[in-house]
């Protein structure tokens, strides 16, 4: 089966992604990944095949100063779970939300995409949450599509919230604008509109059951699997000892790589929590590291460490709410203390909150709150158990291999046959 996976130009979308490819891959499966030139390095750094379409474009992600300064500075889909929310609120959201970002990042790389669809043609599409492109792309070549999510459900979940407000209004009310969106760029690429391509004949669910939202959408599950980028375990953290709490700050790929896109003041949340009797490593850029100055002895500064690697050796992380430091630190047991501003982050640190395996705080709030919050969690064995217990949720989600079967089953494809022992397939 030829498998095309796809995602616009963040790096940390790819890297959601790899486990299923190479799942895919070695189930024999072929697969490309169609991604905009400047991902095309990292794809081939996960040893995958990359295909260059479009061009590339740079999102500027909301930052806290834009949401204290106009009306829809952020998206926080943490208001719109809500059922209470306004129907012109969850309007407004995807009215910002489209040109801004969907059609930014969509739009350059829409017709490279079906070009190459329909030149290679593919059985199956599968395209990240944002990359609607890839949905349009499948269309354009008779292919089955499919959504892998990189956390919980939130456009799901907002699309099946305004189909339901949107439902007894009159037709000139009807405001939709990603579905309008899709049909507009869809037509412009030849293809024509299905109903399927705002989230795709099929979803994969990557999130533990207690943190996914209710869609009514066709689902399967595909575990996470932790995915950096090329790593190495550094000798420090195969030789030192661990003799107190260890905390670990990251404020993700998007602050460290631009400084404006930080809503998290990184020297005094540091400082705040190297107060406490704990040794603290930090992920910083070389820049931020400059701009730190002289810090305290039992603070560590390392330019990159590939979490997984880290976060076992973990107590607990303080972290900006972004899906790879969330499901990494998930799948390791680590109580978090989630900065979120944005996205999915908000709704992301209430649900762990509510579990008792994390904290909340907005990104604004004075140092001092947040390392009240990691003594919290350090001092609270219930944290650190609810923690484990939510570890093996995660680590019972069926493998990216196993999803495979899954997946070759929905498309009515026999499994790559495994020969047994002397014999040989033909």
């Not at 459900?153 to 339901?164: H, I, K, P, Q, S």
């Not at 980028?229 to 003799?243: F, K, L, M, N, Q």
């Not at 109580?335 to 990104?363: C, F, N, S």
Request: proline share 8%; with cysteine; aromatic share 6%.
């Amino acid at each position: 089966m030829k498998v095309l996976l796809t995602t616009f130009g963040v790096k940390t979308h790819f890297f959601s992604m790899v486990p299923l490819a190479w799942a895919l891959r070695v189930a024999g499966h072929d697969v490309r990944v169609a991604v905009q030139p400047a991902l095309v390095p990292a794809v081939t750094n996960a040893g995958l095949t990359a295909v260059a379409v479009g061009s590339d474009v740079e999102l500027r992600f909301p930052t806290v100063e834009s949401a204290e300064h106009q009306p829809f500075g952020t998206i926080d889909f943490d208001r719109f779970y809500d059922p209470t929310v306004d129907t012109d609120d969850l309007i407004g959201m995807f009215t910002v939300l489209v040109p801004t970002y969907i059609a930014s990042a969509n739009d350059p790389m829409v017709d490279g995409l079906v070009d190459f669809a329909r030149t290679w043609r593919p059985e199956l599409v599968v395209w990240e949450p944002m990359t609607w492109a890839g949905a349009i792309a499948a269309q354009a070549c008779g292919a089955r599509h499919a959504r892998l999510l990189w956390g919980p459900d939130v456009l799901g979940r907002a699309l099946a919230t305004l189909d339901e407000r949107l439902a007894p209004l009159p037709d000139a009310h009807r405001d939709d604008p990603l579905r309008e969106w899709l049909r507009w760029t869809a037509e412009r690429a030849g293809v024509s509109y299905d109903a399927a391509l705002s989230c795709g004949h099929w979803t994969m669910e990557v999130e533990p059951p207690m943190f996914r939202l209710d869609t009514g959408l066709d689902t399967m599950t595909v575990g996470y699997v932790p995915y950096n980028g090329p790593a190495a375990v550094p000798a420090w953290i195969a030789e030192s000892r661990h003799d107190r709490p260890r905390v670990c700050i990251t404020l993700g790929v998007s602050a460290r790589e631009d400084p404006k896109q930080a809503a998290v003041d990184i020297e005094q949340t540091l400082r705040a929590v190297a107060a406490l009797d704990v040794d603290v490593v930090a992920t910083v850029s070389a820049a931020q590291r400059d701009a730190l100055g002289a810090v305290p002895r039992n603070v560590r500064l390392e330019e990159f460490v590939a979490l997984d690697v880290l976060l076992p050796v973990c107590d607990v992380v303080v972290h900006h709410g972004g899906a790879g430091t969330w499901s990494t630190a998930l799948r390791h047991g680590v109580p978090q203390v989630i900065l979120g501003h944005t996205w999915d982050a908000v709704l992301k640190a209430k649900m762990l909150e509510r579990e008792g395996a994390g904290r909340y705080l907005p990104p604004t709030g004075p140092a001092a709150q947040t390392s009240a919050a990691v003594a919290q969690l350090l001092d609270s064995p219930a944290a650190r158990e609810r923690a484990l217990e939510l570890r093996s949720a995660s680590r019972d989600q069926p493998t990216p291999a196993s999803a495979v079967r899954d997946i070759e089953r929905r498309m009515g494809v026999r499994p790559y046959p495994t020969p047994a022992r002397g014999e040989h397939v033909r």
